[in-house]
C-alpha cells in the first residue's frame, strides 16, 4: 500500500471565468518528463477525467473532452514507483462531490493515517497514500468549514514529502508544499485572462504564457484567484530547515525550469565543470547519456578542454524513443528505452571515451550503454556520473525503493570510501575508469546551501523527514 509518486501537479483559476482546459492540457504535456504511466483533469462541475499513458494523447480524446469548459480546475502526470499502474490510482482523485486533489510525492505515516481514517469509516479505499490522504481531509472537513484551518489540522498529522492541487465544490483551487519543501511548486499569472496557475515547475508556466510569481514556500497554501489579491497565502506551517530534492536538479526536472532560485539548466552544467575539475580523466571526446546528461557533459568538456559530442541517440521514430528509462513503471520497460539509443560509430570508434551521465540507480541502463560503446568500437570507456553513489532506498517520492536494487549498495555495501565506491562499480559495469561527484560538489553546483537539500538516498538521513531508524532498516 501507498504509492511513491514523483510526478507533476498543475492548477488553474481564471478571475474572468475564461476556459482553463487548454492551459492545463498544455501544463501537463510540458510537466510530460516528471511522468509516463497516466493523465488526468478535474474540471469544476465535471467528472474527474483520466486515461493511462501520456498526456500528448489527449487529442485523441477531444471528442470526450469537447464538453470539459470550465474557469478552473487541476491536472495531475504520474509516475509510480509503487502501486499498481492502472487508472484507478491514476489522479485526480474525486472525493464525492467535496473536492478533487493530485499530489506529488510520499506520504510515510500511511499506516498511522489509514487506522484514523478507518476508525470513524468502516471502508475506505486506501490504495495509495493520496486516497488516504483525501480520506483523511474530507473527515477534516467535516469539523472545519475553513479550508486553509483544515489543511493546517492535516498537515500536523502527515508526514512526507509533498505539493498538492485541489479543486473544491466551489471551484476554488489550492496549492499546498510540505513545510520541508522537498518536491517544487510555483505560482504564476497569465494577465489577459486573469488566470492564477500553480505547477510543479516553472517549465509549465512558460508553456502556457504564464508569468512566474515566486516558488509556493514550504509550509505554505496558496488559494488562487482569491477576490482580495488574486491569490491568497496561509502557512499552515511554521518555518523549519528545508530539505529540497538534490535529484530534482540532477534529473528530474526540465533544464527550463527555475526551481527556488535556482536554473536547473545551469546547475546541471556546472555539476559537469566541478566534476572535471575534481574527477580528471584523460579522453579524445565527451559524450552525454541522453538527454539530461548533455548540460552537464557540456560543463565537462568546457572545464576539461575535452571536447564533447554526440555519440549516443535516442531514436525518437520508435514508440518509445523519446521516454526517459528511468520513470518507466517496470524495469522491462526501462531497458526498452535505453536499448533504443543508438551509438554513432563514427564519434565512439577507436577512440578514449568519457561517458557522462546524470546518476547510476539500478545499473542495467548502464550496462547497455557501455556494452553498445564497447560494440561500437571505442578504445577505452570511462564514466563521469554527476550523483553522488545512492546508497539509500528515498523516502520522499523518487523510485530508490530498496537498498538491494541499488548498484552502488550492492557491490559496495557499507563502505563510505567514494573512490572504492567509484571503483567497485566500475568493475561492475565493465568501464576503464568511473568517478562520481560527492555531497560537497553537488551542493556547490546546486547553489544552495548544503543544509537546505535533501541527500538521504546518498548518506541515508532521514532526520528531517522523521522517519525511525527501526523503519529505515526494514525498508532497506
Known amino acids: 500500500m501507498g504509492a511513491r509518486e514523483k510526478c507533476g501537479?498543475?492548477?488553474?483559476?481564471?478571475?474572468?471565468?475564461?476556459?482553463?482546459?487548454?492551459?492545463?492540457?498544455?501544463?501537463?504535456?510540458?510537466?510530460?518528463?516528471?511522468?509516463?504511466?497516466?493523465?488526468?483533469?478535474?474540471?469544476?462541475?465535471?467528472?474527474?477525467?483520466?486515461?493511462?499513458?501520456?498526456?500528448?494523447?489527449?487529442?485523441?480524446?477531444?471528442?470526450?473532452?469537447?464538453?470539459?469548459?470550465?474557469?478552473?480546475?487541476?491536472?495531475?502526470?504520474?509516475?509510480?514507483?509503487?502501486?499498481?499502474?492502472?487508472?484507478?490510482?491514476?489522479?485526480?482523485?474525486?472525493?464525492?462531490?467535496?473536492?478533487?486533489?493530485?499530489?506529488?510525492?510520499?506520504?510515510?505515516?500511511?499506516?498511522?493515517?489509514?487506522?484514523?481514517?478507518?476508525?470513524?469509516?468502516?471502508?475506505?479505499?486506501?490504495?495509495?497514500?493520496?486516497?488516504?490522504?483525501?480520506?483523511?481531509?474530507?473527515?477534516?472537513?467535516?469539523?472545519?468549514?475553513?479550508?486553509?484551518?483544515?489543511?493546517?489540522?492535516?498537515?500536523?498529522?502527515?508526514?512526507?514529502?509533498?505539493?498538492?492541487?485541489?479543486?473544491?465544490?466551489?471551484?476554488?483551487?489550492?496549492a499546498a508544499r510540505d513545510p520541508r519543501g522537498y518536491r517544487p511548486l510555483c505560482l504564476g499569472l497569465i494577465e489577459r485572462s486573469g488566470t492564477y496557475v500553480a505547477a510543479s515547475e516553472s517549465c509549465a508556466l512558460t508553456a502556457v504564457g504564464a508569468q512566474f510569481i515566486r516558488d509556493v514556500a514550504p509550509g505554505e497554501m496558496i488559494r488562487l484567484g482569491s477576490p482580495k489579491k488574486g491569490f491568497e497565502a496561509f502557512r499552515f506551517a511554521p518555518k523549519v530547515a528545508p530539505a529540497h530534492c538534490s535529484f530534482e536538479y540532477t534529473y528530474f526536472a526540465h533544464p527550463a525550469s527555475v526551481i527556488d532560485g535556482i536554473n536547473v539548466y545551469e546547475a546541471r552544467k556546472n555539476v559537469g565543470k566541478i566534476l572535471a575539475r575534481r574527477r580528471k580523466m584523460k579522453g579524445k571526446v565527451v559524450i552525454p547519456v541522453p538527454d539530461?546528461?548533455?548540460?552537464?557533459?557540456?560543463?565537462?568538456?568546457?572545464?576539461?578542454?575535452?571536447?564533447?559530442?554526440?555519440?549516443?541517440?535516442?531514436?525518437?521514430?520508435?514508440?518509445?524513443?523519446?521516454?526517459?528509462?528511468?520513470?518507466?513503471?517496470?524495469?522491462?520497460?526501462?531497458?526498452?528505452?535505453?536499448?533504443?539509443?543508438?551509438?554513432?560509430k563514427e564519434t565512439i570508434q577507436h577512440r578514449d571515451v568519457i561517458v557522462v551521465d546524470d546518476s547510476v540507480v539500478r545499473g542495467t541502463s548502464s550496462e547497455i550503454i557501455v556494452n553498445a560503446l564497447r560494440e561500437a568500437g571505442a578504445k577505452s570507456v570511462k564514466m563521469a556520473i554527476t550523483f553522488p553513489p545512492i546508497m539509500h532506498p528515498c523516502y520522499m517520492g523518487v523510485d530508490f525503493p530498496s537498498r538491494q536494487e541499488l548498484l552502488a549498495y550492492r557491490v559496495a555495501r557499507d563502505e563510505t570510501d567514494i573512490e572504492v565506491i567509484s571503483a567497485k562499480?566500475?568493475?561492475?559495469?565493465?568501464?576503464?575508469?568511473?568517478?562520481?561527484?560527492?555531497?560537497?560538489?553537488?551542493?556547490?553546483?546546486?547553489?544552495?546551501?548544503?543544509?537546505?537539500?535533501?541527500?538521504?538516498?546518498?548518506?541515508?538521513d532521514y532526520s528531517k523527514l522523521g522517519i525511525p531508524e527501526q523503519k529505515k532498516e526494514t525498508k532497506g
Not at 559530442?309 to 514508440?319: C, N, P, Q, V
Open 292 to 344: 539530461s546528461a548533455r548540460p552537464a557533459a557540456l560543463g565537462y568538456s568546457t572545464e576539461s578542454g575535452i571536447p564533447m559530442d554526440e555519440g549516443l541517440m535516442k531514436d525518437r521514430y520508435r514508440r518509445k524513443g523519446s521516454m526517459r528509462s528511468f520513470i518507466e513503471p517496470k524495469q522491462g520497460g526501462r531497458e526498452e528505452v535505453v536499448r533504443r539509443i543508438i551509438p554513432i
Open 9 to 174: 501537479v498543475f492548477g488553474a483559476y481564471s478571475s474572468k471565468g475564461t476556459d482553463v482546459v487548454p492551459k492545463v492540457l498544455k501544463g501537463l504535456e510540458a510537466l510530460q518528463h516528471r511522468g509516463q504511466e497516466s493523465w488526468g483533469i478535474a474540471i469544476h462541475g465535471k467528472p474527474v477525467f483520466k486515461r493511462m499513458g501520456l498526456a500528448f494523447n489527449w487529442i485523441n480524446f477531444a471528442r470526450e473532452l469537447a464538453g470539459y469548459k470550465g474557469g478552473s480546475g487541476i491536472g495531475h502526470i504520474r509516475y509510480s514507483t509503487k502501486g499498481r499502474s492502472n487508472l484507478g490510482n491514476a489522479q485526480p482523485i474525486q472525493f464525492g462531490t467535496e473536492f478533487s486533489i493530485a499530489h506529488n510525492g510520499t506520504i510515510v505515516n500511511t499506516g498511522d493515517l489509514q487506522k484514523t481514517v478507518l476508525a470513524s469509516r468502516g471502508s475506505a479505499d486506501c490504495s495509495t497514500d493520496t486516497k488516504v490522504v483525501g480520506h483523511r481531509l474530507l473527515q477534516i472537513l467535516k469539523d472545519e468549514n475553513d479550508w486553509f484551518w483544515a489543511f493546517e489540522r492535516l498537515a500536523k498529522e502527515v508526514k512526507g514529502a509533498y505539493s498538492f492541487t485541489i479543486l473544491n465544490k466551489q471551484g476554488e483551487v489550492f
Open 425 to 460: 562499480v566500475a568493475k561492475s559495469l565493465g568501464v576503464d575508469e568511473l568517478h562520481y561527484n560527492d555531497i560537497d560538489g553537488l551542493a556547490e553546483a546546486i547553489g544552495l546551501p548544503k543544509d537546505s537539500l535533501c541527500f538521504a538516498c546518498i548518506n541515508g
